[in-house]
């Protein structure tokens, strides 16, 4: 007989090493994936994962690492703090289309005026445009108890719309040959989120990041703000009893997601993507959940988890130029790290038993 038994206290090392197991499960299946698909499995995984580093042309690819992996540590910050309390935004995709679609409808409003102001205002207008969205699945929890789960996931279709409409009427370029899309930001100066160091993949959206890893790492170590955040998660009855208001906790935890994914849609509209389009978004926003978890919602490993989710969106894309894997198996594997991440995690609070049945 097969069975679960509950630890009496939760494995610490079990818990570090999860993401370590899901990550070498996810090579070998990953690798029995790539040859169902006519593909050497042993070449795949390192085109995936050596090319990008240590190949030809890793010196074009090592930047890449910094901008493909900004936005997903910036937005799976957010989404850490809420996981950590119970807080469950599975929206973090529509709030970082609502903060691209406000900050360049900013920053492209003063077309072509030049101006230092104008960038600025760009990073508080995608950061406003993302807490507001997520202030919706918030503020209905507060008020009628309804479950963000559900409610910030489908905001995420409201937004593609939006994007959508934006593309196709009030943002579409003028002088665009009636092809959908806005003006492209990376040739309007003062809307552009350009290189700090040229080559070095180093734009503003890189140091919000690092900003936001700090801010995390203090808030959660040092404040009691931090305190409540853990304490809510690990014992909600507890946080009752030592003062924590619930609900302004969920307007914090919300808030705080929605306005790094805002951030992190408006450094990548005004910088790698260029221009708001109809096929803008990426998937940044569910693939932070995969980073938040595989980082352990902690501010140190999710830089960890999003340098290695980096890695894989690089190492994709070659995969898919060199060798002709279809970009659907690259999704699979990048998903098989959250399957195998939570199947794993599983027994940091159970231990598995085999033994007879006992029988009268």
């Not at 580093?53 to 890449?64: D, H, V």
């Not at 009628?144 to 939006?162: C, D, H, K, P």
């Not at 989120?193 to 140091?207: D, K, P």
């Not at 009855?237 to 919300?254: D, E, K, T, Y």
Request: proline content about 5%; hydrophobic content about 55%; charged content about 10%.
């Amino acid at each position: 007989m097969i069975r679960l038994e509950k630890r009496p206290q939760p494995s610490r090392a079990f818990a570090y090493l999860t993401p370590v197991l899901a990550v070498l499960a996810t090579f070998v299946f990953g690798g029995i994936l790539f040859a169902a698909l006519g593909k050497d499995p042993v070449q795949s995984i390192l085109t995936i994962f050596w090319e990008p580093l240590f190949g030809e042309f890793a010196f074009f690819y090592r930047p890449q690492l910094l901008i493909k992996g900004a936005p997903l540590v910036l937005i799976a910050i957010g989404l850490s703090l809420g996981f950590k309390a119970g807080i469950w935004n599975i929206g973090a995709e529509g709030q970082y289309i609502m903060g691209a679609l406000c900050g360049a409808g900013f920053g492209l409003a003063f077309y072509p005026a030049e101006s230092a102001l104008i960038f600025p205002g760009m990073v508080l207008a995608g950061a406003f445009g993302g807490w507001l969205w997520a202030m919706i699945p918030a503020l209905l929890k507060v008020r009628f108890g309804t479950n963000e789960i559900l409610v910030s996931l489908m905001l995420v279709y409201v937004a593609e719309q939006f994007l959508a409409s934006m593309s196709l009427g009030l943002l579409k370029n003028p002088e665009g040959f009636g092809f959908p899309g806005s003006r492209n930001l990376q040739q309007y100066q003062s809307a552009h989120n350009a290189e700090l160091i040229a080559g070095s993949g180093m734009h503003w959206g890189v140091v919000a990041a690092l900003i936001a890893v700090i801010f995390a790492y203090v808030l959660l170590a040092r404040h009691r703000l931090g305190f409540a955040v853990r304490v809510t998660g690990d014992a909600p009855r507890a946080a009752r009893f030592a003062g924590v208001n619930p609900s302004r906790l969920i307007l914090f935890c919300l808030g705080t997601s929605g306005l790094l994914a805002g951030l992190a849609g408006l450094f990548e509209v005004a910088g790698p993507a260029g221009q708001v389009s109809i096929d803008f978004n990426v998937g940044y926003g569910f693939t932070a959940i995969i980073v938040a978890f595989l980082g352990r919602l902690h501010p140190v490993g999710i830089v960890l988890a999003g340098l290695l989710m980096a890695l894989t969106y690089i190492g994709g894309d070659i995969a898919q130029s060199q060798l002709g894997l279809p970009a659907a198996a690259i999704q699979v594997f990048q998903g098989m790290l959250l399957f195998f991440l939570l199947a794993l995690d599983l027994f940091t609070n159970y231990r598995l038993r085999i033994g007879r049945v006992e029988t009268a």
